[in-house]
Nanobody, 118 residues
Framework: QVQLVESGGGLVQAGGSLRLSCAAS????????MAWYRQAPGKQRELVVA???????NYADSVKGRFTISRDNGKNTVYLQMDSLKPEDTGVYYC????????????WGQGTQVTVSS
């Protein structure tokens, strides 16, 4: 059963914006913290930002001031608003569900490609 499904990736010019969406199952969304990861070609996957059920957030230094995570509890959906995009933001972005209070991943989405051109 698919529990996390990302959408919204695409090709954008440097300085532009994209909004990613992650639709979660009700059980996953209600029982876990949520997060976004990304993986550039040839590099390891990194945590971009996490959000708790209470709305607390933790951003990677590389995206602070440019990316914003939010969640819609009624739609069981988490979003990643990405502004002022840079070529180094290019990669596959993954939605994930964290064990509450940790960065231990319970479930992964399939990923969505984000490409930022110069």
């Amino acid at each position: 059963q698919v529990q996390l499904v990302e959408s919204g990736g695409g090709l954008v010019q440097a300085g532009g914006s994209l909004r990613l969406s992650c639709a979660a199952s009700r059980s996953i969304f209600s029982r876990n913290d949520m997060a976004w990861y990304r993986q550039a070609p040839g590099k390891q996957r990194e945590l971009v930002v996490a959000i708790t059920s209470g709305g607390s957030t933790n951003y990677a230094d590389s995206v602070k001031g440019r990316f914003t995570i939010s969640r819609d509890n009624g739609k069981n959906t988490v979003y990643l608003q990405m502004d002022s995009l840079k070529p180094e933001d290019t990669g596959v972005y993954y939605c994930a569900a964290h064990l509450i209070g940790t960065t231990i991943v319970r479930s992964w989405g399939q990923g969505t490609q984000v490409t930022v051109s110069s």
